[in-house]
């Protein structure tokens, strides 16, 4: 992965990492991803592992040839809508969503980095689903410091 994001997330205490933003404006998600999109879309990376990029179906076929992620689902094969048609309010069905997405990739018991202007809602509703969310700053910025040949 860029920089040295496993060792940087080792050394914050954390297992994972659940960056969840549209790659636009948020150079950080473009930085891991180098796929532009300008709907949000979730990154999932666990310590020593690869990471996996959910997108959208529409942005899915996109996704495949883009990014530099070789693991790129859609929310299809997570069941978004029957996850969202669940819920009472569709805003709160797609953090519910994020939530089963992480919770199946990541693990419960998992600690997981979020950025430090990662929605407050959507966290609430992380821990409510039971993962053990960490806000913390500067991990992939500090990844970024270090310039690699990808």
Known sequence: MRGDLDGILSEKGAEALLLYSESFKN????????????????????VDADPVIVVNQM??????????VKDVRSYVD???????K???????G???????VA?????????ICVPHNFP??????????GLTIKPMFDVVEKARETKDAQ
């Open 59 to 68: 942005e899915y076929p996109r996704a495949q040839k883009q990014s530099i």
């Open 94 to 100: 797609t953090m519910k969503f994020i939530a089963n």
């Open 27 to 46: 150079a950080n998600m473009y930085y891991l991803t180098k796929f532009l999109a300008p709907d949000p879309f979730i990154l999932l990376k666990k």
């Open 120 to 129: 407050a809602m959507t966290a609430d509703v992380l821990k409510e689903e």
């Open 103 to 111: 919770k199946k990739e990541l693990g419960a018991g998992t600690k």
């Open 78 to 84: 997570y069941k978004y809508l029957e996850v969202v």
């Open 86 to 92: 669940t819920a009472k309010e569709p805003h709160l």
